[in-house]
C-alpha cells in the first residue's frame, strides 16, 4: 500500500460529500493513519462520525483563521503522533453574497475573508506545523480553475484560488530546503457543500459533460486517487505543481 504506516492530518472535511471525505478513504484504502479536524461544535459533530467510520486515531479542534486555534492544534497532534507525514488543507470560505453578481462589487471585508481563509490559512498551517513534518512529507491542498480563467459567479474565490497556487509555489521553496513537498489538485466541479454556495454551479457540471473530453464530471474518488499519489514516495520528484483532476476540461479552447 502506498501511504502504509504514514500519518495524515486533514483538515477541511465537513460530511460525507467532502472531497477531503474522499481523499481521507484513499489515504485509508492505502495504508494511512487519520486524524480530522474540526473548526467548531457543529463540525465535530459531523466529523466525529466520519473519523471513526475511516479509522481515525483522533479529532481536533482547529480554526485556521486564528493563529493562536492553529497553535493548540499543533500542541494536541505533537501529543499524539509526534510527527506527520501528510497534511491535508481542504478548506475554503467567501460569503455567499460574494459569490454572485459582479466581481467589481466585492466588498473589502469579503475580500480579506476569503483570502484568509482560502489561502493565508496555508500559508499558517505550513509555518505552524513544519516543525512535525516527517522527512519527505507531503502538503496538498486544493483549488479550481477558477483561478486561471474566469467562471461566471466564482468571482473572489477565484482570485483566493490564484493567492493559494502562487502561494504553493513560494512554499515549495521554502519547505523544499528540507525536502519537504507541496503541491495542489485543481478538481473538476464536484457536488459539495461548499460548491453549493456558486449559484452557477448546476451550469458547470452540464459544461463538464458536455466540453470535457471524458465527458463525465469527477468524483471524489477520483480526487482521492490523485492525491494518494502526490502524498506517497511515487511522487517524491514533484513539488510546487497544480495536478487537474477534471476530466481533462482545462485543456480545451472555446
Avoid at 52 to 70: K, P, R, Y
Avoid at 71 to 77: I, K, L, P, T
Wanted: aromatic residues 8%; contains cysteine.
Amino acid at each position: 500500500m502506498l501511504l502504509q504506516g504514514k500519518k495524515a492530518l486533514i483538515f477541511g472535511v465537513a460530511n460525507e460529500k467532502s472531497i477531503a471525505y474522499g481523499i481521507a478513504q484513499a489515504f485509508k484504502n492505502q495504508g494511512a493513519s487519520l486524524a480530522f479536524s474540526y473548526v467548531n461544535e457543529a463540525i465535530q459533530k459531523r466529523v466525529e462520525p466520519i473519523s471513526a467510520e475511516l479509522g481515525g486515531d483522533f479529532t481536533f479542534s482547529c480554526d485556521v483563521s486564528d493563529d493562536a486555534s492553529i497553535a493548540s492544534s499543533v500542541e494536541a497532534v505533537r501529543a499524539k503522533w509526534g510527527g506527520v507525514d501528510v497534511l491535508v488543507h481542504s478548506v475554503a470560505f467567501a460569503n455567499r453574497d460574494e459569490l454572485k453578481g459582479r466581481y467589481l462589487d466585492t466588498s473589502r471585508d469579503g475580500f480579506k475573508l476569503a483570502l484568509d481563509v482560502s489561502a493565508y490559512s496555508l500559508v499558517a498551517l505550513c509555518k505552524a506545523y513544519e516543525p512535525l513534518l516527517n522527512p519527505e512529507a507531503s502538503v496538498l491542498t486544493m483549488t479550481y480553475h477558477g483561478s486561471q480563467q474566469v467562471v461566471p459567479s466564482y468571482n473572489v474565490m477565484g482570485v483566493a484560488k490564484a493567492a493559494l497556487e502562487a502561494s504553493v509555489r513560494y512554499l515549495a521553496v521554502d519547505l523544499g530546503q528540507k525536502g519537504l513537498r507541496i503541491n495542489a489538485i485543481s478538481a473538476g466541479p464536484i457536488k459539495t457543500l461548499a460548491a453549493s454556495g456558486v449559484s452557477s454551479f448546476k451550469a458547470l457540471l452540464t459544461h463538464v459533460e458536455e466540453r470535457a473530453p471524458l465527458h463525465r464530471n469527477v468524483t471524489t474518488a477520483d480526487v482521492g486517487g490523485a492525491a494518494a499519489f502526490l502524498a506517497s514516495s511515487l511522487a517524491n520528484g514533484v513539488t510546487g505543481e497544480v495536478l487537474y483532476v477534471d476530466s481533462g476540461l482545462h485543456i480545451m479552447g472555446i
